[in-house]
């Protein structure tokens, strides 16, 4: 119940139950609109799960998770600095956060540009997202 004061005069306002729910819901939601950012928001999965993405670059491999869609995203917005994690560490600590049940593909034949690091990595990778919970699949053999 809230309690109101018009004209001096304390009046009560009555809000119906749906009507609370839906001014905290609102409320609790923030009025952001999505940052594109991918992994570090587990309480917000993508419906069609996560997209890893692998490529080499003067001898260092660099990672990338985007949030799947139903297109093949473009080489350089994979690429993009602001989504681009050097090294096995980074991508490891990135799939982790993303929480238990969270799925995850690995593109890496649809666009030219993408390969697997060394198998060593790639079961290295593999190995954590097991332990975390997250499930790992691939476009490639593995």
Partial sequence: ?????????????????????LALTVAMS???GSDGGTAARPD???L???????????????????AGTNRLKTYEEVTDAA???AGADAIIVELEGLGEGAEVIWITEEIQGFSLPPGETVDLIRERCSKAGVSLEFTSRQ
Avoid: H, N, T
């Fill in 1 to 21: 119940m809230i309690v109101v004061s018009l004209s001096g005069r304390r009046r009560r306002l009555v809000l119906a139950p749906s009507l609370m729910v």
């Fill in 30 to 32: 923030g009025c952001g």
């Fill in 44 to 46: 917000i999965s993508p």
């Fill in 48 to 66: 069609k799960g996560y997209e890893l993405y692998s490529w080499q670059v003067d001898g260092e491999w660099y990672f990338s998770v985007q």
């Fill in 83 to 85: 989504a681009a994690l």
